[in-house]
């Protein structure tokens, strides 16, 4: 613990910096719950998009055998030609937000390809599209986690260090300046004493002249 000043001006430093901490604890901690709950929600959300995009390949199991025929699926017909993403914001948080992709296929015959190549395409941009959407929505937690993890570090220093040192320091100071003020009262009504009993010794040896 820092070495504080004992005075009426370190008080009032102290108490506000309190009055600061205790005010600001609450939205801290409502934060950290927002992020929690957004970070499970977003969770749940990537869990569906990837059993989305597992249903997918399992309806299309019976296609996987005719890949292994003797004509192959051609290489690098479809390609990512852009990824459509805008921006969010969760707790103050700039998140990406999915917003679909855009996809090139390279030039084939229609009439030598069999129509099984232009099924198995449309069947990988669907799976590309999920797993690009999975991702974006991965980035998200990425993002948010960051932000939780600080904001969690912020509502501990609050909570087990700031407010409990504040409040050592303000009782520190308030015993210290109590003390103080009765050591005044003492101090003056031993001056008063003296006082009263050097006047009556005057008193006393002004009698005695008489």
């Known amino acids: ?14 108490k506000d ?8 604890l609450p939205t801290l901690t409502l934060k950290k719950q927002q992020l929690q709950a957004e970070i499970r929600t977003i969770e749940l959300k990537a869990k569906e998009v990837r059993q989305a995009r597992e249903d997918l390949e399992k309806g299309f199991h019976s296609w996987i055998a005719v890949f292994s025929e003797k004509e192959a699926f051609p290489e690098r017909v479809i390609t990512v030609s852009n990824i459509r993403k805008g921006r969010g914001n969760i707790a103050g948080v700039d998140i990406p937000i999915f917003e679909g992709a855009d996809f090139s296929r390279s030039d084939y015959d229609f009439y030598e390809t069999p129509l099984w190549v232009d099924i198995a395409a449309n069947h990988m941009e669907k799976a590309m599209m999920l797993d690009l ?6 980035e998200q937690v990425r993002l948010l986690e960051k932000e939780l993890m600080a904001t969690s570090q912020r509502v501990n220093l609050f909570e087990k260090v700031k407010i409990p040192e504040t409040q050592a320091n303000i009782k520190k100071i308030s015993i210290y300046m109590a003390d103080q003020q009765v050591s005044a009262v003492v101090r003056s009504k031993i001056s008063k004493r003296k006082i009263a009993l050097r006047n009556a010794e005057a008193l006393e040896r002004q009698g005695d002249t008489v």
Do not use: W
Not at 1 to 13: D, F, G, P, R, S
Not at 17 to 24: D, E, F, P, T
């Open 1 to 14: 613990m820092a070495k504080i000043k004992l005075t009426k001006n370190e008080l009032k430093v102290q």
């Open 17 to 24: 910096a309190l009055k600061m901490y205790q005010r600001y």
């Open 133 to 138: 959407e999975a991702e974006v929505l991965d």
